[in-house]
């Protein structure tokens, strides 16, 4: 008797598992050789990555780079705020030498106008890190999508392959009515299977993608933001630059206006005196002439006083102004015609001139005994009063045209000083333009710049 199968009595056929599916679909393969080619994975994955890892290293030199460019402009600043505290002190200062600060104030404007072009190409570099971190961000998202889409194509064919194996290769073998029916049928599975496998490949390859532009974006989004708040601080750095910088330019135009309006009262006076140029070539010469026989007796006492150990040989230390005011008249060559000629300069001077208001008082420049205090003995009229300091063998301070009344000089010869002790007051005794000191330094015998001691 034969026995009865389950289908036989009408029982379903129990699904086949899987893996035993599998075996016989590696089978097949085999027995079937290189009847079926499957489609290698798209080039286009491993170009894609090697495109987005190449974008990655350019982003991450050009950050290096702005780094860099933020650090110099940051330095550059520092330096800069430091010069426009030099030009601030300098204007100032007491009897700013406004040529010098001129040519300080020109020179910080030049340099004021590179760190604006500076922090305006910081402020460019930003705007396009941020078309950059767009453009980033649109490529990472349109990937995602594409990764998306392709996991869920891959899950669909997974859920189809499933149902597909309930049925395996030898069944679809068997059931096929010739073998031309048997060999479409396999080459179809088989190539399903392939077209899955450049599928997963695919996707991993997007993953990797996804994670270099995920990497990118964020160095790109936190390099932007840093960015942004160097080129917010140097902006406002800039600003407090560019206030300081207006400031020293109108508190130089208003020494400037001050001064020029003392040179044109001096320029007027010294037009009456040059009515008579013979006249004051006379005067100016014996002036000249008076101011040497002076000198000499002046060398006399300072050797007097250094034999009597009233003085040291040497002095240490620096000087400081005997007065605030403006400055008419610098040491050296001059445009003055009533100074006399030397050298090469066909009008010198050998102090400084510093005009300030009558009686302004007059301070003792160092510590010293003093030598004269009076007018000058071998001046013609008018005689100009004038009080000269010893500080040391080697260095002599004169402070003429000092008043002689009704405020005369507060010394007398012999007395002894200290640095910023008041010796006499602004006058206009001699020949002079307007009320003013002229101070002179006499270093190892001869008239020296003053501002070299200060």
Known sequence: MRRQTPDDRGWSRPR????????????????????????????????????AIKRQKALAAQIAKQKAQVATLTKNQAAL????????????????????????????????????????????????????????????????????ERKAVLAERIRLA?????????????S??????????????????????????????????????????????AQTETMRTAADAQRVQLDAQLADLAASRDRLAQLEAETEQLLREQQATYDRMARDKAALAKAIAESEKAQQELQKEIDRLVAEQARGGAIPSRYNGTLDWPLRGRITQEFGCTG????PPKGNCRNWHGGIDIAA???????????????FAGPNPYDRRPKAWIVIIAHAENLVTWYA?????????????????????????VGVTGRTTGPHVDWRVEFNGNFVNPRLFL
């Open 16 to 51: 086949r598992r899987s893996g035993r599916g599998f075996l016989l679909f590696l089978l097949l393969t085999s027995i079937l050789g290189g009847l079926f080619v499957g489609t290698p994975p798209s080039p286009a994955r491993a170009d894609d990555l090697a495109d």
């Open 81 to 148: 705020s430091g010069k426009l505290a030099e030009t601030k002190a300098s204007v100032e200062e007491v009897n700013a030498d406004l040529t010098a600060v001129r040519a300080q104030v020109l020179q910080i404007t030049v340099d004021v106008a590179i760190a604006q072009g500076q922090v305006d190409e910081l402020d460019a570099e930003v705007a396009k890190l941020d078309l950059q971190l767009r453009d980033v961000e649109a490529r990472e998202a349109a990937k995602l999508i594409q990764l998306n």
């Open 162 to 174: 499933y149902d597909t194996d309930r049925t395996t290769l030898l069944e679809t073998m068997l």
């Open 176 to 221: 096929g009515n010739t073998f031309t029916d048997v060999l479409s049928d396999v080459s179809y599975q088989l190539d399903f299977a392939e077209q899955d496998k450049v599928l997963a490949e695919q996707i991993v390859a997007d993953q990797k993608v996804l994670a270099v532009l995920r990497a990118t974006v964020e160095s790109t989004r």
């Open 336 to 339: 003055f015609a009533w100074e």
């Open 357 to 371: 208001p009558m009686y302004t008082p007059v301070r003792a420049a160092g510590p010293g005994v003093v030598l």
């Open 401 to 425: 045209h000092v008043d002689d009344d009704p405020k005369p000089p507060v010394v007398r010869a012999g007395d002894r000083v200290v640095a910023g002790q008041v010796i006499a007051y």
